[in-house]
């Protein structure tokens, strides 16, 4: 059990609250049913003293939750299953395959697919795993009532031809998911690494739903211009249309490790199939790190450097709500220090060196038994108002958190 208080460090308007309370329960449970079969329990559930928090009325899933069956040479599982695939830290193109919980978009989580796995595994330097989901969960998004929608000056735009000014305490109505191109059915994706002394080796390919829907406003206000600009005053509540659409994605990875050093590289392409006029374009991510872990008063520092750079096509210019993506030119630093072992420090920097906006993170972990552990958490965004940072500013927060572990 997690019981996290949040505070925002700026004023909020209504319907948003200055501070939050969350419950997450989790629970797990491992079964072996035989010498080859075993069975794992893995729900977890959100609880929020914020009606609407979140687009779904119960904010909720199943994780790892399946039937295994190993063999010699194939592991199969079928039921609720998480593929997040490691890359690099803090930013990852290898992450293409699992479905994201966005209700807290600074703290995303992955939510389980219903489907059916295969891994193989032969003790080899080679492994493998493809998996199919006949029908795709939906990815959760921001509620009605959440801090994290844009609540002041205007909508962002991919299209420079229109503007969307927000009313005074703007009020939303994100409505129910749509879709295209069947988006959610037969989503499908296969890993395949390499391991050798220093170094690992993954190459990835995804076809099904992206995990960031499209956000499409829908135009409800007084018309203000006409050229050079289309601008509307929205009128409330302002509805959101997420529009859930199929992509191709291909990923790869390398790491090396020499002594106290880890290098990291991993890039994706991704390419929305189908051709509505909604569709995002393509584009390609490339993200390198460095880490390097040093010996400070007998405990292990490690230190990360990263830097993520962005390709996107041009071509077209769509009415949807897109922020500048941080991620274009960005460079992350962290710091994780465990100062006793029952005390661990996190500290971490992501500065958007395209748009000049920013996020800092102060993370301090203590445990204080074996079942109980305390965690304090600051989050300070800054940018212009025209970036994601920016307009997430008023949401720069403390948190603390208690968990119960038994």
Known sequence: MRLDEDLFLHSQQSPVSQSQTNLTLEFESKSLLSENWRLLFEPRLHLSSVPRLVDTSIDGDFRDTYLEHKNKDVHIQVGSFVKQWEGTDGVNPMDIATMKSYRD???????GSWGISFSGDNGSMINWEAFYVP??????????????????????????NEQLLIPQNPT????????INDALKNNFGARLQMHLENWDFSLAGFEGAAQIPILQPIINGTLIQTSPKTIVQMNNPIQIRPVEYRRRTVAGSATATQDSWVFRLAARHDQPLGDDPLLPSWSDQIVGGIEKTITL???????????????QSTSAEQGVIANPDPYQRALLLGMRWPVRDDLILFAGVLKDTRNNSFLTRWNLHKKLSDHWALEGNVDWNQGSPDTLFGIWEDQSRASLSTVLQF
Do not use: C
């Open 105 to 111: 978009p600074l703290n995303s989580e992955s939510l």
């Open 135 to 160: 029908d795709q969960t939906t990815s959760r998004l921001p509620g009605d009532n959440s801090p994290w929608l844009p609540r002041k000056t205007s909508l962002p735009l991919e299209s420079e």
């Open 172 to 179: 939303y109505d994100v409505q129910a998911h749509d879709k």
């Open 297 to 311: 008063f007998d405990q292990s520092v490690i230190f990360s450097l990263l830097y993520s750079h962005e390709l």
